[in-house]
């Protein structure tokens, strides 16, 4: 069975361009949350998708934006990027929106 | 608010010696309650987590938590900690949704440095 998967590893950006994080999900979950997560810091929720719907969103603005598809994989955006930014963005999957969520290894982006 | 709170960031442990990590929460109800560790550079894995029940659940790599309502706690135990446990720990929480999802809530994380 494989497990979450992000991409890229890295990524390197300057203030105020966007940037588009990818996230694969666990087989046979159908619900996929992003957290924010700050040097230091716990991660911060986001949002959750849940069959190709937004679920549920966190404190964040609305440049941060999200898709999910058919096969549940997902992606993030995020527009006019800002310094503070700069962090480990982690997806994870859950069977359910109400089930115990399984963590990627993240993608660190860095605004420069 | 909901919030959960890890008083500690750092704790020094000897290789060998039993090992508690606090979490406390604050909810309008029995939240779901999660710990998870990160290795530097790396995702999180799940330790354990607690939903209703027995309020000692048992997690991967030896660890166990403890659920006491009355204190509204959910500490980490390990009777016996390896060097190899030195990590990030992060105690989590969110309430059952029916429908939408606030996702986790997390604490701010205890450091677990282990000693030779």
């Known amino acids: 069975e494989t497990g979450v998967t992000q991409s890229p590893t890295h990524l390197i950006k300057t203030r105020g361009q966007q940037v588009t994080l990818r996230c694969s999900s666990q087989?046979?979950?159908?619900?996929v949350s992003w957290y924010q997560q700050a040097l230091g810091q716990g991660p911060q929720f986001i949002f959750q998708y849940y069959r190709e719907e937004e679920n549920g969103r966190g404190n964040f603005p609305p440049r941060f934006s999200g898709l999910q598809f058919p096969n549940y994989s997902s992606e993030l955006n995020v527009n006019a990027l800002e310094l503070d930014d700069s962090a480990l963005y982690l997806c994870a999957s859950s069977r359910d929106p109400n089930n115990e969520q399984f963590f990627g290894p993240g993608t660190r982006l860095t605004v420069l | 608010a909901q919030s959960v709170t890890q008083p500690d960031i750092h704790i020094t442990v000897s290789e060998g010696a039993s090992l508690e990590l606090r979490c406390n929460y604050s909810?309008?109800?029995?939240?779901?309650l999660f710990w998870y560790v990160q290795s530097p550079g790396q995702g999180l894995q799940l330790l354990l987590k607690?939903?209703?029940?027995?309020?000692l659940v048992q997690g991967i790599k030896g660890f166990e938590a403890e659920f006491k309502r009355s204190q509204s706690s959910f500490n980490l135990r390990k009777p016996s900690v390896h060097w190899s446990d030195a990590a990030e720990y992060f105690c989590?929480?969110?309430?059952?949704?029916?429908?939408?999802?606030?996702?986790?809530?997390f604490g701010k994380g205890t450091h677990l440095i282990i000693q030779p």
């Open positions: 989590a929480g969110r309430l059952y949704s029916g429908g939408g999802a606030d996702g986790l809530t």
């Open positions: 909810y309008g109800a029995t939240p779901y």
């Open positions: 607690y939903f209703s029940g027995d309020t």
């Open positions: 087989s046979g979950h159908n619900t």
